[in-house]
């Protein structure tokens, strides 16, 4: 899937206004002429950066932006600039649609073998605050929370050294068992290859076994920065990018997929960031199996890397607008609340977001590292929160599929 072009005919003019460059077009008139339902953007782009000319061009065409547009949409000060672009790609290929939806967090086990400086999660076996569900405290805690009618149970956890890989074989065909039309987007790529170590099971074995156990699709965590320098500071432990896109395309290859994240606001650099987009973007176009793209602020408290300052509000939102500039054949682009805020996701939505994840109930990886969000958000409130950003609520299930509720039922459009 790329993004197409506009269906207009351009005829902006190119002139330089009081030092910022001015395009009026008709972009409105023929995109509304296509979907009346849509709200346009309705005012002319400018800016103060020339640079962003040229870039703006080939967003109006539906051309591939390379990784020097990248690095200068990192650059720029023009954050409304680049936002209005990223905005008119979000609305060409959504409108104003936008996608949440109803789902429960489970996270098996906290301990790790890896010691990832950019992790307050895992833990040592037998330290403080360790633990690990028995299987039926795992039913449980999924039960819990189905009187919200989820339709999705996102399961990661710790990389465990003594949980055999048939502890995980049977928690997800317990919940299958259970709960057999909530989807199970379950086991990093980072997780699916220490399991295939821990089995002596080759990746594609270990994911087809998984899948035969009740996994639908995989989520996006673990990919952190693919760049091996930024990798060996913040997550030396885990496989490399490499071993990570290798596991996505197997995953992909079986049948299931998956999201893909990048973990900013750290010790990495804008060239980084655009390494990490490129060799995401080139495995999209192998294999079309990745569905959502999540920027992940770093929170750094309770981390050995606690020094770090946050990241802003401006990195946030342009790593957002960048993201969907860049990643021309992602479906979706995920402003995930629980990191960046309730606020700031919403305003993401007027700068290239189309999704604000879920209800999320009883999130920990993030809190544990400092998230002041709420552990869960009903569905209500999320849905205030996308209208008042003058987008239209969807709720979806983890394939993007509508979902449609009634006082006693739930249905999937399939
Ligand atoms: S980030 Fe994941 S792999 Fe690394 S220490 Fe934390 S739980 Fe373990």
């Keep these: 899937m790329r993004i197409p072009p506009t269906n207009f005919k351009l005829t902006h003019h190119h002139a330089f206004r009081n030092g910022r460059a001015g395009y009026s077009c008709d972009i409105i008139k023929g995109m509304s002429a296509s979907r009346p339902t849509h709200s346009f953007q309705t005012h002319a782009f400018q800016t103060d950066d020339p640079r ?53 967090h489970i996270n098996p086990t906290n301990v790790c073998v890896a010691a990832c400086r950019l992790c307050a999660f895992g833990r040592k076996k037998d330290t403080p605050g360790a633990y690990t569900m028995a299987l039926d405290e795992a039913f449980e805690t999924a039960a819990s929370g189905y009187s919200e009618a989820v339709t999705e149970f996102h399961i990661v956890g710790g990389l465990h050294p ?26 990093t790529m980072v997780e699916v290859a220490y399991l295939s ?37 913040i997550c030396d432990h885990k496989i490399d990018g490499d071993q990570w896109l290798d596991t996505a395309r197997l995953a992909h290859q079986i049948g299931l997929k998956s999201n893909a994240t990048m973990l900013y606001g750290h010790v990495e650099n804008d060239e980084d960031r655009v390494d990490h987009l490129l060799k995401l973007r080139a495995l999209q176009d192998e ?128």
């Excluded at 061009?57 to 954050?79: C, F, M, N, P, S």
């Excluded at 569905?379 to 008042?388: K, T």
């Design 287 to 414: 294999t079309g199996g990745f569905q959502t793209f999540i920027p992940l602020a770093f929170h750094p408290d309770n981390t050995p890397l606690q020094h770090l300052p946050k990241t802003t509000g401006m990195l946030d939102i342009k790593q957002i607008a960048v993201s969907r500039l860049v990643l021309d054949n992602f479906p979706h682009i995920k402003s995930y609340w629980q990191m960046m805020t309730a606020k700031i996701a919403q305003i993401s939505l007027r700068f290239g977001a189309d999704d604000m994840d879920g209800t999320v109930i009883e999130e920990k990886i993030y809190h544990d590292a400092g998230a002041t969000t709420p552990q869960g958000m009903r569905r209500e409130e999320l849905e205030r929160l996308i209208r008042a950003a003058g987008r239209e609520p969807i709720e979806r299930d983890t394939l993007y599929r509508p979902v449609t509720r009634t006082e006693t039922s739930v249905t999937v459009a399939v």
């Design 197 to 233: 170590r821990r089995a002596k099971l080759s990746i594609r074995e270990t994911l087809e076994q998984l899948k035969a156990s009740g996994v639908d699709s995989l989520p996006g965590g673990g990919a952190e920065i693919f760049a091996d320098r930024v990798r060996h500071i």
């Design 52 to 104: 962003l000319a040229p870039i703006h061009e080939k967003v109006l065409a539906g051309q591939r932006l390379d990784a020097a547009d990248a690095l200068t949409l990192y650059r720029t000060g023009d954050i409304l600039a680049v936002g209005w672009m990223a905005n008119s790609v979000r609305e060409r290929m959504h409108g104003d649609k936008t996608y949440f939806n109803v789902n429960r």
């Design 162 to 187: 003594d949980l055999p890989f048939q502890y995980f074989l049977d928690l997800c065909a317990g919940l299958k068992q259970r709960f057999p039309q909530v989807h199970l987007k379950a086991f």
